[in-house]
């Protein structure tokens, strides 16, 4: 079959050329079921203008032409060409044809999807942050599920109310209180797509009162300039020293709201001793202004009971938020936000505006998962998991490279080494790493520069290694692949 690229009908123009090239992608519409085939031809026809396979200015045969030598109806033909016109990818004059416009975008470039690499089958991955999502409960999660669907009423599949599901919202202000110390009732909980949409909904509010910047900490998050970038607030870096932000370099500042970790500082590992939860609590009220605790991985600490939530301290100071994606799976998108009930309310309605509210059925199914007690196991057996493998990770440092200093509480999902002098400098070290395809994050990469701070006043290589998704028997081959890149 092939097209002679006659032209004179009206619809169609000359072929040969650039429009045999691409012959071959629209074979397919010829053997689809009938029903089907507009759309197939339709899909192929895009396909082949937006891939270049048919170049802008080319003509296309005449509906007539293509038919025949697809064996379709003319009609079918006309509609596709009609109905590409109408979207802009071809253009077409009475008397003159049809042929490929000239102003279609090209697909842009795959970019990397940033997944854990398997370091089984690849270069050892030390990315922190990152949990073991094969631990994640799909037996469990599915049974909840399954559960949850057969009881819901049909009237809970509209839209939700935007500060969340009520059920969650009651079983979340019940589980924070218990497991986190959270001052927390369902009134003050806003349901949130994570930690991300809470910093940017409460950025939101603080913007619409007429705050112009938000204190983080140095080192910190990075993402964390770029959320608040977003809504027209600017992030000041400060300090951070071996108790967490730094309250007198907070008051040079000039910020009247600020984030903050007291209970396992990122990426440093630090906890908020008493006293400076005190002077950061005071700092709020002296300026009338806002914490907002990122309790990211708070539900993790392997040498004692985890730390209270600052936020029980002062409700009517501190944000809260949290989400479970250091617990369960990142891709779930379920957090919460709890705040002052002014500023929880003025949140809620930003979301209204936002997204509508999350999917009711992952909120349903979570609240049962919580209220079952099947979050509280899986808690359990990931703190097994995790504290196994922060032990084989500190071990394998020791024997590997001697001399390394482990800082920070027994914690998290990652841990911060100094390695010994001699490794230094820190570039030439990246450098041969990256070479070995390891995969590593420096302190270095998360200080902004307001003050050394835990970066330390000497040339070691300080490294933040994620350790959570890697099993221990990986964790030292990790460790091992690094000490021979190096």
């Given at each position: 079959?092939?097209v002679?690229?006659?032209?004179?009908?009206?619809?169609?123009?000359?072929?040969?050329?650039?429009?045999?090239?691409?012959?071959?992608?629209?074979?397919p519409?010829?053997?689809?079921?009938?029903?089907?085939?507009?759309?197939?031809?339709?899909?192929a026809?895009r396909?082949?203008?937006?891939?270049?396979?048919?170049?802008?200015?080319?003509?296309?045969?005449?509906?007539?032409?293509?038919?025949?030598?697809?064996?379709?109806?003319?009609?079918?033909?006309?509609?596709?060409?009609?109905q590409?016109?109408?979207?802009?990818?071809?253009?077409?004059?009475?008397?003159?044809?049809?042929?490929?416009?000239?102003?279609?975008?090209?697909?842009?470039?795959?970019?990397?999807?940033?997944?854990p690499?398997?370091?089984?089958?690849?270069?050892?991955?030390?990315?922190?942050?990152?949990?073991?999502?094969?631990l994640?409960?799909?037996?469990?999660?599915?049974?909840?599920?399954?559960?949850?669907?057969?009881?819901?009423?049909?009237?809970a599949?509209?839209?939700?109310?935007?500060?969340?599901?009520?059920?969650?919202?009651?079983?979340?202000?019940?589980?924070?209180?218990?497991?986190r110390?959270?001052?927390?009732?369902?009134?003050?909980?806003?349901?949130?797509?994570?930690?991300?949409?809470?910093?940017?909904?409460?950025?939101?509010?603080?913007?619409?009162?007429?705050?112009?910047?938000?204190?983080?900490?140095?080192?910190?998050?990075?993402?964390?300039?770029?959320?608040?970038?977003?809504?027209?607030?600017?992030?000041?870096?400060?300090?951070v020293?071996?108790?967490?932000?730094?309250?007198?370099?907070?008051?040079?500042?000039?910020?009247?709201?600020?984030?903050?970790?007291?209970?396992?500082?990122?990426?440093?590992?630090?906890?908020?001793?008493?006293r400076?939860?005190?002077?950061?609590?005071?700092?709020?009220?002296?300026?009338?202004?806002?914490?907002?605790?990122?309790?990211?991985?708070?539900?993790f600490?392997?040498?004692?009971?985890?730390v209270?939530?600052?936020?029980?301290?002062?409700?009517d100071?501190?944000?809260?938020?949290?989400?479970?994606?250091?617990?369960?799976?990142?891709?779930l998108?379920?957090?919460?936000?709890?705040?002052?009930p002014?500023?929880?309310?003025?949140?809620?309605a930003?979301?209204?505006?936002?997204?509508?509210?999350?999917?009711?059925?992952?909120?349903?199914?979570?609240?049962?998962?919580?209220r079952?007690g099947?979050?509280?196991?899986?808690?359990?057996?990931?703190?097994?998991r995790?504290?196994?493998?922060?032990?084989?990770?500190v071990?394998?440092?020791?024997r590997?490279?001697?001399?390394t200093?482990v800082?920070?509480?027994?914690?998290?999902?990652?841990?911060?080494?100094?390695?010994?002098?001699?490794?230094?400098?820190?570039?030439?070290?990246?450098?041969?790493?990256a070479?070995?395809?390891?995969?590593?994050?420096?302190?270095?990469?998360?200080?902004?520069?307001?003050?050394?701070?835990?970066?330390g006043?000497?040339?070691?290589?300080?490294?933040?290694?994620?350790?959570?998704?890697?099993?221990?028997?990986?964790?030292?081959?990790?460790?091992?692949?690094?000490?021979?890149?190096?």
């Open positions: 079959m092939t002679t690229g006659t032209s004179g009908s009206g619809d169609g123009g000359e072929g040969g050329g650039p429009w045999t090239a691409a012959w071959e992608l629209l074979l519409a010829a053997g689809a079921p009938a029903r089907r085939r507009g759309r197939v031809l339709q899909a026809l396909d082949a203008v937006r891939s270049g396979r048919l170049a802008a200015g080319t003509p296309l045969p005449s509906s007539r032409e293509l038919a025949a030598d697809l064996g379709v109806s003319r009609g079918l033909v006309t509609d596709a060409y009609a590409l016109t109408a979207e802009g990818y071809l253009l077409s004059r009475q008397g003159a044809g049809t042929w490929v416009a000239g102003a279609v975008a090209r697909p842009v470039a795959a970019v990397p999807d940033g997944s690499v398997d370091v089984r089958g690849g270069p050892a991955d030390f990315r922190p942050g990152v949990p073991d999502l094969s994640f409960p799909r037996a469990a999660w599915t049974a909840a599920h399954r559960r949850v669907l057969g009881r819901l009423p049909s009237l599949l509209g839209y939700p109310d935007p500060r969340g599901l009520p059920e969650l919202r009651g079983a979340l202000a019940d589980l924070l209180a218990r497991r110390g959270v001052a927390a009732d369902p009134g003050r909980l806003v349901v949130c797509s994570g930690v991300a949409q809470a910093l940017t909904l409460l950025g939101m509010v603080l913007a619409g009162r007429g705050v112009r910047s938000v204190a983080v900490e140095d080192p910190g998050s990075p993402e964390q300039a770029a959320l608040f970038a977003a809504v027209g607030l600017t992030a000041v870096p400060v300090p020293d071996g108790n967490g932000l730094d309250p007198v370099a907070l008051a040079a500042s000039g910020a009247r709201a600020a984030v903050v970790t007291p209970s396992h500082q990122f990426p440093t590992g630090t906890a908020c001793p008493p400076r939860r005190a002077e950061l609590l005071e700092w709020a009220r002296r300026v009338d202004g806002l914490l907002i605790e990122d309790d990211y991985d708070g539900d600490r392997y040498d004692r009971a985890p209270g939530a600052l936020q029980g301290l002062a409700p100071r501190v944000a809260y938020a949290g989400s479970v994606s250091k617990t369960l799976a990142p891709g998108r379920l957090g919460w936000l709890v705040a002052p002014d500023v929880a309310e003025a949140a809620a930003r979301k209204r505006t936002m997204d509508l509210g999350n999917p009711v059925t992952e909120q349903a199914v979570l609240a049962e998962f919580v079952s099947q979050y509280d196991r899986h808690l359990r057996r990931c703190q097994r995790y504290r196994e493998r922060r032990d084989a990770l071990r394998a440092l020791e590997h490279f001697p001399g200093e800082s920070g509480i027994a914690a998290g999902l990652h841990v911060v080494a100094a390695l010994p002098e001699r490794l230094g400098p820190e570039p030439v070290f990246l450098a041969r790493a070479r070995a395809g390891v995969t590593l994050r420096p302190l270095s990469s998360y200080t902004a520069g307001a003050g050394e701070g835990e970066a006043g000497d040339d070691r290589v300080r490294l933040v290694l994620g350790y959570a998704h890697l099993s221990a028997g990986d964790v030292e081959t990790c460790v091992r692949v690094l000490r021979a890149s190096v």
